[in-house]
């Protein structure tokens, strides 16, 4: 559309021509045509000049586009915002009607940006002076193309009174491009513009940083773009310029002039108006703050506001409150709230230095800060910190995008400019914060149990750092809170092994998060130090506490994953903040074994460990795999059942029994091995024993994707537990370690005889005891008494008995578990060791080719054996391919239902 004056232009003029009324144009149209060619000739001039970044005009490789195209997009040209969050990637708040997501990255976004992207300008700006702009702005061409015909055209078209389309077209609206100029070219607007130059001395690999954009480049370095970026009051624009080593960094910034602003409620393009600007103190004074700035004068501080700076002031309820209650009380400053009955000293403390602390050299836009950014007060080693939060889904029609805390204290009012410096109006005193998160907790009398836990771990190191750069959030449980744990529970915490280390970090955030942060009425959630999820959400305190309160909003508290509630929020220390909980907030990954092993209903195995005495050193394994028999494997295993008689009828004859440790121990694996980390090998044990992974596909189709798993056959149950710095997975069958080979295995049954004489006839034994993973499927005696004759027959001819033998062995391992229904088209297939194919099925049983398994899984060292009730048959044949269907093969891809 921005096109179409220039057609109806064109048009008007053709008409014009035809017609031989050309002459009807007045001489400053004609003139006003000719500058329309210059201007074009430019244009295109700069157009053959590119790839120059130092010819006036030139240089730019990026985007170059028809001047009356409105297609001129920049893919470089975006801000990168500050305000970053650490958390789990999540929908903005826009988006998510019911939630609120703060936090990071771990996995971690960026907050929804204030900064509304715009599209590329080239070439440079004016001088780096700050001065006013007085008229629309319009750089030499070709720096913004889409201004070439605007200017001319608005020219054109508000020609004297005597031109030609003035008089014939009055109102001719549609060419005046005026209404769809940015602010940031019109009047009121100041610029300011900084440039670096730098030579790299011939050096021809660069790596080049725009507004947190990184480009690596090499060789013949050419490089010309810009990146812009709008704010309320502000329009910057970055331009990067790179010509074989000599780089040249311009920023220009444009903003309404001093005494000037946009109405945060207008149109898009709004321009910069005029408001009234009043000293400092007058300003103060008319945002409520009477009682501070009265303050500020009697300590002798006025000649501070003659300066430029930022004033962070508390309006007369607030600041009034606090200071009866610290004077009143001997310099001990009390939560002005009333929302905790934390106290802090401050002897010593004048008026004058809590002034100070609310004082801020330089002026400071809000829009202008950073997330986490902390700003050095004029009290000496004091800072302000800054946070910034999302609006909740029902709060977008504010005067802020966003909200914001100076040292978590909620500012309600931005940005209101005096004639020197800015005002931003917090909703309480902000207290100078001079200690860091573990001194706060040390001078507690109510966390001694979490001072203790926190050195016996180390984790009181971390929490003392002072680095600007390291900033935390402690959900700290006072000592209340670990009188609820179990008594047992509560005396390995103290003892600060690995689960106590857990434990705790399951209550640090490692960024700042304010009580603001949470929202009413929706859910906000964020991730701790171990990336698992915290959920915040309001819930009603209760009828006690509600008639210790006394304003309605603080009728509601934070609770915490639905289990703790926040007794007091938002103790700021110099490294972050505190807020003090009444639970110990329970995460898997924090919890002993033991605890695991209840929680899962697993209570045969754990009554096997206390019983045996083991229970402590059980809760102190770390980086190892868990493989837990459910009760219902007990009761169906010959093993199983064992235990459970010594549980009921000798349990004291399980204290230090060294079989039953082998026995439980073999059930312990390490490392720590989750599902999707599970490979097909074997898997050391604590007795040194191993255990044999096995991955299978119940998919018909998709043959290569792997969805279940066994460990010595038993299924995979249940998995992924965490628990103290390992994991627990529950199977199905008892494990017991394997003391045989297959064929040893074999001869050990009276059952397999026949069975056995077939394999020393055809010379076997050996290929038996040594192959590395196998499958045997053996014909029970009574089977081979069935076809009596046919035995004796083969047992006389050598070669029969070798290809009967070698139908029956897989040179895999392939458990019951791993045999699933298989129909046409889909049927599943697996080679013998003389490469028969048997078809693999399963309906009321498991079954291989002709034959039923009536058991499964009796395991050797060397492989599996299945008892079948046929003889498999086979015809000697020469290999041949599956025909596509799908075979046991090595996986591609792995999951778990």
Avoid at 274 to 291: C, F, H, Q, V
Avoid at 368 to 384: C, G
Avoid at 626 to 643: H, N, R
Wanted: proline content about 5%.
């Amino acid at each position: 559309m921005k096109s179409f004056p220039l057609i109806t232009l064109v048009l008007m003029v053709s008409i014009l021509c035809s017609s031989r009324c050309f002459d009807l144009l007045d001489d400053d149209s004609i003139r006003l045509t000719h500058q329309f060619d210059e201007d074009f000739d430019i244009w295109r001039k700069s157009f053959q000049n590119f790839g120059d970044p130092f010819i006036e005009g030139g240089g730019s490789n990026i985007g170059f586009v028809w001047p009356f195209s409105n297609d001129h997009h920049d893919p470089l040209s975006r801000e990168t915002t500050e305000l970053e969050y650490e958390t789990r990637p999540q929908d903005s708040i826009a988006q998510q009607p019911h939630s609120s997501v703060v936090g990071l990255e771990r996995d971690r976004e960026p907050l929804e940006s204030n900064v509304e992207v715009l599209p590329t300008k080239y070439g440079s700006a004016e001088d780096g002076k700050l001065h006013p702009v007085d008229r629309p702005y319009n750089p030499v061409a070709p720096a913004d193309p889409s201004t070439l015909f605007q200017h001319h055209f608005n020219t054109f078209f508000n020609a004297p009174e005597s031109s030609f389309f003035s008089g014939t077209f009055p109102g001719f609206g549609f060419f005046d491009l005026n209404v769809n100029k940015p602010w940031w070219k019109g009047e009121n607007v100041c610029i300011e513009r900084e440039e670096q130059e730098e030579d790299t001395n011939g050096d021809n690999n660069h790596e080049i940083a725009v507004d947190g954009n990184n480009f690596q480049s090499f060789g013949v370095v050419n490089l010309n773009f810009e990146s812009c970026a709008e704010k309320q009051n502000k329009h910057i624009c970055t331009s990067f310029k790179n010509h074989n080593g000599r780089k040249r960094t311009v920023k220009v910034t444009r903003q309404c002039c001093h005494g000037y602003a946009r109405p945060r409620n207008g149109p898009p393009n709004a321009q910069c108006e005029k408001i009234d600007l009043y000293p400092m103190a007058e300003t103060i004074e008319r945002l409520g703050a009477k009682e501070f700035i009265s303050t500020l004068k009697k300590s002798g501080l006025e000649t501070i506001l003659n300066g430029d700076i930022t004033v962070f002031a508390v309006p007369d309820g607030a600041y009034t409150k606090f200071a009866e209650q610290m004077w009143e009380n001997n310099l001990v400053a009390f939560d002005v709230g009333g929302r905790s009955k934390r106290q802090v000293d401050f002897s010593g403390m004048t008026a004058r230095d809590l002034v100070l602390a609310h004082t801020v050299n330089g002026s400071y836009h809000i829009e202008d800060v950073s997330n986490e950014q902390l700003l050095k007060t004029e009290l000496p080693n004091t800072n302000i910190r800054i946070n910034i939060f999302p609006r909740g889904p029902s709060d977008r029609n504010v005067e802020h995008p966003y909200r914001y805390t100076a040292n978590c204290a909620p500012l309600v009012k931005l940005n209101r400019v005096a004639e020197k410096g800015i005002v931003h109006v917090a909703d309480r005193v902000l207290l100078p914060v001079r200690y860091n998160i573990m001194q706060i907790i040390r001078a507690r009398d109510d966390m001694t149990v979490l001072r203790t836990i926190l050195e016996k771990t180390g984790l009181d190191k971390m929490l003392e750092e002072s680095d600007d750069d390291k900033h935390f959030t402690f959900f700290a449980p006072n000592d209340d809170a670990f009188l609820k744990l179990d008594a047992d529970i509560r005396r390995k915490l103290k003892a600060g092994n690995g689960c106590a280390a857990n434990i705790l970090k399951n209550h640090i955030l490692d960024i700042t998060f304010c009580s603001l942060a949470a929202l009413n009425g929706v859910k906000t959630s964020t991730y701790n130090l171990l990336n698992e999820k915290l959920e915040f959400e309001y819930v009603p305190i209760g009828k006690s506490e509600v008639e210790n309160m006394s304003n309605d909003k603080k009728q509601q508290r934070i609770r915490i994953n639905g289990d703790a509630t926040v007794h007091e929020t938002d103790l700021m220390g110099t490294n972050g903040v505190i807020h003090v909980i009444d639970t110990v907030l329970s995460t898997n990954s924090g919890m002993p074994i033991s605890n695991t092993l209840s929680t899962r209903n697993l209570t045969i195995f754990k009554q096997l460990i206390d019983d045996a005495g083991l229970e402590d050193e059980f809760d102190s394994m770390s980086n190892k795999t868990f493989f837990i028999p459910s009760d219902k494997a007990f009761e169906q295993s010959e093993v199983g059942q064992y235990w459970i008689q010594q549980l009921k009828e000798h349990p004291e004859s399980l204290r230090d029994n060294s079989r039953l440790k082998e026995f439980l121990e073999y059930h312990v694996g390490e490392p720590l091995i989750k599902t999707c980390d599970l490979q097909e090998n074997m898997i050391k044990t604590a007795t040194g024993e191993e255990l044999r992974v096995n991955l299978y596909t119940t998919n018909p189709v998709f043959s290569n994707v792997l969805n279940r798993a066994t460990v010595n056959c038993a299924r995979l149950m249940h998995f992924d537990d965490e628990t103290c710095g390992s994991v627990v997975h529950e199977v199905d069958k008892v494990l017991e370690a394997p003391k045989l080979n297959v064929y040893d295995a074999l001869r050990a049954n009276p059952d397999y005889s026949m069975f056995v004489t077939l394999i020393d006839k055809a010379n076997l034994t050996e290929l038996l005891r040594t192959i590395n993973e196998s499958t045997i499927f053996v014909p029970k005696n009574d089977v081979f008494l069935e076809v009596k004759d046919w035995y004796d027959e083969t047992l006389q001819n050598d070669e029969e008995t070798d290809n009967v033998i070698r139908s029956h062995i897989v040179p895999s391992v392939i458990c019951c578990a791993g045999i699933v229904q298989s129909d046409w088209p889909f049927i599943r297939t697996t080679e013998t060791i003389n490469q028969q194919r048997l078809k693999l099925n399963r309906n009321r049983r498991p079954q291989v080719q002709n034959a039923g398994v009536t058991k499964c899984d009796i395991v050797a060292k060397n492989g599996i054996i299945h008892e079948i009730n046929d003889v498999i048959s086979t015809q000697k044949r020469q290999p041949v391919e599956s025909q596509g269907f799908p075979s046991f093969s090595r996986p591609l891809t792995f999951w778990f239902k």
